[in-house]
Nanobody, 120 residues
Framework: QAQLVESGGGLVQPGGSLRLSCVAS????????LAWYRQAPGKQRELVAG???????NYPDSVKGRFTISRDNGKYTVYLQLNSLKPEDTGVYYC??????????????WGQGTQVTVSS
């Protein structure tokens, strides 16, 4: 059974940094597109960073220049570096792995989430 496990969340002051990690198991990690989403209380889950199997990254304007996604296929791990954190970055951060290739079965997996709280 495929599994994604996030870690690295916590309480940080505004302007601070955190590094989130997500370790995958039981998937062919290198062929998956990976992403980080966050969900704030009372709000919908939103994409904060994505990286394709080929390494192309994308970010929404709200985090561009502050967040960096990276992947280590050898370690089955995707990272999210969060810098210059703001209180509005607070939420539960989820890791996602997606395999969507024409004529192949679609697979999509979520981690359990890790809490990030930005507060003074």
């Amino acid at each position: 059974q495929a599994q994604l496990v996030e870690s690295g969340g916590g309480l940080v002051q505004p302007g601070g940094s955190l590094r989130l990690s997500c370790v995958a198991s039981d998937i062919v990690f290198r062929v998956y597109d990976l992403a980080w989403y966050r969900q704030a209380p009372g709000k919908q889950r939103e994409l904060v960073a994505g990286i394709t199997a080929s390494g192309t990254t994308n970010y929404p304007d709200s985090v561009k220049g502050r967040f960096t996604i990276s992947r280590d296929n050898g370690k089955y791990t995707v990272y999210l570096q969060l810098n210059s954190l703001k209180p509005e970055d607070t939420g539960v951060y989820y890791c996602n792995a997606d395999f969507s290739v024409p004529s192949h079965e679609h697979h999509n997996y979520w981690g359990q989430g890790t809490q990030v709280t930005v507060s003074s």
